[in-house]
């Protein structure tokens, strides 16, 4: 549906009458997808473009999902298998990724609505001045606990999983663990969401419909929303869209 003037602020006004905050996903996850088409699209074959307005898409979005009522975000961002891209472009994305981890120190939005920022992944792969700029962003929320924000760098469900089941067996391994004591929960406590609810409802914009390898083991039962637009050109009504088709569904969670 392509919107403009004054009906696109009506629908805008009738979807948001339609949102009830009591009713919120605790927790939403997304896998921003459709940076580099977009850039294509705009008639742009180096992708830099994308990736750019990509990320200054971000504040935007989270801002309407807190105002929607919901406390936790996790962003697909990068993941590993996004490290086999031309290398002149894997450059580009951990500029902008440090650039942003390095404004969160002084943005209004953050400290409002006392976020936590925290990177999930295998952060020890990223470029050391990211990691800089991932552990200063962290240090300087820590403290938070309104919202949460995870940022899902250096990532991929099945290398969480593989670095869960090292842990596990290494405490095996040393005695301090009984293997019959190995359980769902104690999976859960290994992986990079330690202590957060797993995600209600995962959207994935650029009209792709997989997830990628996003939490894998936290996605069991949420609820998938595929929107049929790149990353960067998301609206506001996009996720409002998601967000009342997340509040109509019934959650049965297999029963």
């Known amino acids: 549906m392509n919107l403009t003037g004054p009906v696109y602020r009506l629908y805008e006004y009738f979807l948001h009458r339609q949102l009830h905050k009591d009713r919120a996903p605790r927790h939403v996850g997304i896998i921003l997808d459709g940076n580099r088409r977009y850039a294509r699209q705009h008639g742009l074959e180096v992708p830099w473009f994308g990736h ?3 990320a200054q898409k971000v504040m935007e979005v989270l801002r309407i999902l807190w105002e929607a009522g919901v406390k936790v975000c996790t ?3 990068f993941s590993v298998e996004n490290f086999e891209r031309n290398q002149s472009e894997v ?3 951990m500029g902008i990724a ?7 120190v002084g943005n209004p ?4 609505h006392r976020v936590r920022i925290q990177a999930i992944g295998r952060v ?4 050391d001045e990211v990691q800089l700029a991932i552990a200063q962003a962290e240090e300087e929320t820590r403290d938070y606990s309104d919202h949460i924000l ?3 760098i250096g ?3 099945r290398a969480e999983l593989v670095d869960a089941v090292q842990a596990i067996g290494e405490k095996i391994q040393s005695g301090s663990l009984d293997p019959s004591n190995v359980s769902e929960e104690l999976i859960e406590k290994h992986l990079y969401t330690n202590g957060i609810p797993d995600p209600d409802l995962i959207i994935r914009t650029s009209g792709e419909e997989r997830l990628s390898g996003f939490l894998l083991w936290q996605s069991a039962y949420s609820e998938l929303y595929f929107a049929q637009i790149y990353w960067p050109a998301v609206r506001r009504i996009d996720i409002w869209r998601a967000l009342r088709s997340y509040e109509r569904r019934a959650r049965r969670f297999g029963s």
């Open 155 to 157: 990532y991929s469900g």
């Open 91 to 93: 450059d580009e994305i």
């Open 75 to 77: 962003l697909y961002a």
């Open 150 to 152: 995870n940022v899902a």
């Open 109 to 112: 939005d953050v400290h409002k």
């Open 52 to 54: 750019q307005k990509g």
């Open 124 to 127: 020890d792969l990223l470029p």
């Open 98 to 104: 440090k650039d942003k981890f390095s404004e969160v």
